[in-house]
């Protein structure tokens, strides 16, 4: 040792004042470096088909008149769309905006909308202003991973309900309900993905939304909706709104899916007597939801075919649902099992007993594909035995060679599982005795 | 160091990203290199490794390389062999070597064969464990080398893959997990200890060790989430250790080094047991250079900033090249 007196530091320290790690919430205590998100790093590369994001495919939209929209707003707006704006969002949109929800049967004022910074804030905001740390929100089993993340964020307890091909189970539902008000506990609010669920695809029956609601109502328990999919149908039947048929249900909308995805506006449609709580908490939050993009999807609404170009996307992600389809009916082993999603995103592919999908997730990234595995769609740790495929934004022949990489990477995991056998984790349901399609396993909590 | 008027005239492109499954920790490492070296006034490219790099290489070469790769291409030589067959000046360790220390039951073989301590360890492909069974060449696994066992994958870093195996029963699922990242695992003895990190530079006429660097993990495991969140490990530098023990780090680090015919710079992983004894886990030739990392935190304890540093081995490499030909 040449040098006996040196100063003991530690990383990230500037100073010895401060180590900022050190003065972090409890409740970001997740929020911390993870194999998986790395993994993700590498699907971000070309030679990689990532069947794992959601991104829409936004090729179809109309760029040049987008741009010239673009240009004009500046010109003959600029000084109010580069400006800030109200809380609540343009009364202009917010008008729109209800015009988009009546195509699901909704009606509603306009004074009722907050426009947000897509419906992630709308939903951020929600748990903001219901949940305490502790407090216990009910979803499906397996739930949009960006809501599970915003419950733990505020420190709220997630307790999922199953589904079946035809979405929520009620019974299920109730039995939930029940066994939690035994304990003394009121869920803050059911949290629901309707239409064509993200992750699992499916979508709740009609003649189930009234007993749903019902349910709730008797529990005492408010219903969140999160319904970005909605328009995205591949039959042309479109599914009346649970707000359609309840007022007091708090609806999250968003022009992600619809429209453009990078400009973020989505919004929630409340309950008057929720709304001015929902304002000020965006207020604290944003100040404002960014004029500019407000007007552009306004100046859109107003000066194009959106329900047309709705319908354009709904084509081609049926197209590329159906490559998907024939794709996993082609390659994949034995054993495994998915739902035919009718509109949307996503298929939720159950695979072999014994086979773990976060751990098999390197020797797929080594293969050059990528795919969310179940566990991240759960608050729980189950779903090992699932996965979620994306159709919307690669290539019909790009989804081929995915699942087709996707069936050896299979293989090989079940390969491996064989010589060391089946290893213990928590699963969803029997193993599936053939190939196809199905629905999603039951799953209790 | 310290020869500014040469250093700020150079021009470096910073090698990071790959394919591997270090991709995210290799940005980070590449960012932040590459703002240490516009500190020194070096020119900095950022690079990935791409079908793009040989024709940006052949149009457009810098004075020197600087490889913030890590795992795959980027630490087993391949890389580093074509950059040798473009003449590409680079810091860090030639091609054959990096193939050397990057599988880690060869890098494992040397050391013990020159008589430094390294834990215990059998490395087995998946192949044979299906062949001869694997239920006994588990046991025989465990017989001979007990328990608790760490599993590694027989390649990569960032602790990706590696299972920390207390019972029996946890071996499977742990093969199963450590097998997704490679085809061969390596299993090793586990020795408990203090866990700390040796950087090795050859910034001036010989090699030197930096002070050891030791690690605390909160949560118990320095695994990939540990290593790469702020304040999920804590840091202490030169380690709280007894001098002899320090200065056995640190020979032990640089015979490593030197054994396995690493250039520039290195880091070796170690734990030093209950009894004192030093037993080297790894040798890196593509240390960490993120915020959590170890080699900046023991370069800034000596007084060195890392761009400081690296502008040095800069130097280093394009004398190398100039003097070979």
Known sequence: MSEPVRRPIRANEPTNRLIPSERFAARTAGMTASEIRALFAV???????????????????????????????????????????????????????????????????????????????????????????????????PSYVGALGSFAAYQARVVH????????????????????????????????????????????????????????????????????????GFTGRVYPALRSLDRDVIYLGSFSKTFASGLRVGWALVPPAVRDRLVLAAESATLCPPSFTQMLVSRYLAGHDWRSQIKTFAEAYRERRDAMLRALETHLPPGCTWNVPDGGFYVWLTVPDGVDTKAMLPRAVTARVAYASGTGFYADGFGSRQLRLSYCYPTPERITEGVRRLAAVLESELDVIRTFGSPSRPNLGPAPARNGPQTPSPHTP | MGQNAAVTERTVAVLAGGLSHEREVSLRSGRRLAAALRETGTSVREWDVDAALVERLRTDPPDAVAIA?????????????????????????????????????????????????????????????????????????????????????????????????????????????????????????????????????????????????????????????????????????????????LKALEEAALAAHQLLGLRDVSRTDAIVDASGQVQILEVNVSPGLTETSLLPIAARTVGMELGELYAALVERAVSRETTAH
């Open chain 1, 43 to 141: 699907a971000s590369r070309p030679e990689v088909v990532s069947l794992a994001g959601g991104m829409p495919n936004l090729a179809a939209l109309p760029l040049p008149a987008l741009a010239e929209e673009v240009a004009d707003l500046v010109a003959r707006d600029g000084q109010v769309a580069l400006q800030y704006g109200s809380a609540q969002g343009t009364p202009e949109l917010r008008e729109q905006i209800c015009e988009v929800m009546a195509v699901e049967g909704i009606r509603a004022d306009p004074n009722d909308v907050v426009v947000t910074v897509g419906s992630q804030m709308a939903l951020d905001l929600v748990t903001r202003i219901y949940c305490d740390p502790g407090d216990v929100v009910v979803a499906e089993g």
């Open chain 1, 161 to 232: 309900v199953a589904m079946d091909e035809h979405g929520l189970v009620p019974t299920l539902l109730r039995e939930t309900l029940s066994a939690l008000a035994t304990r003394g506990v009121t869920p803050k609010f059911l949290y629901t993905i309707p239409n064509f669920h993200n992750p699992a695809g499916v979508t709740m029956a009609v003649e189930r939304r009234s007993e749903v609601l019902q349910i709730c109502a008797e529990y005492g328990v408010a219903v969140v909706e999160d319904n970005p999919y909605g328009l995205l």
């Open chain 2, 69 to 245: 790769l890590h795992g795959g291409e980027g630490e087993n030589g391949s890389v580093q062999a074509v950059l040798e067959l473009l003449g590409v000046p680079f810091v860090g360790t030639p091609a054959p070597a990096c193939r050397r220390a990057w599988d880690k039951p060869t890098a494992k073989a040397e050391l013990a064969r020159a008589g430094l301590c390294t834990p215990d360890w059998v490395a087995l492909p998946h192949t044979t464990f299906r062949a001869l069974g694997a239920q006994a060449v588990l046991d025989a696994m465990v017989d001979r080398l007990g328990l608790p066992l760490m599993l590694k994958p027989d390649q990569g870093g960032s602790a990706l893959g590696a299972h920390l195996v207390t019972d029996r029963s946890e071996l499977p699922a742990a093969m199963v997990g450590c097998l997704a990242y490679a085809d061969t695992v390596l299993v090793e003895r586990f020795v408990a200890g203090t866990e700390v990190a040796i950087a090795v530079v050859h910034d001036g006429a010989e090699p030197r060790a930096l002070p050891p660097v030791e690690i605390e993990a909160v949560g118990g495991s320095y695994d990939y989430s540990a290593r790469y969140t702020p304040g999920a490990a804590t840091f202490t530098c030169p380690a709280r250790l007894e001098p002899s023990v």
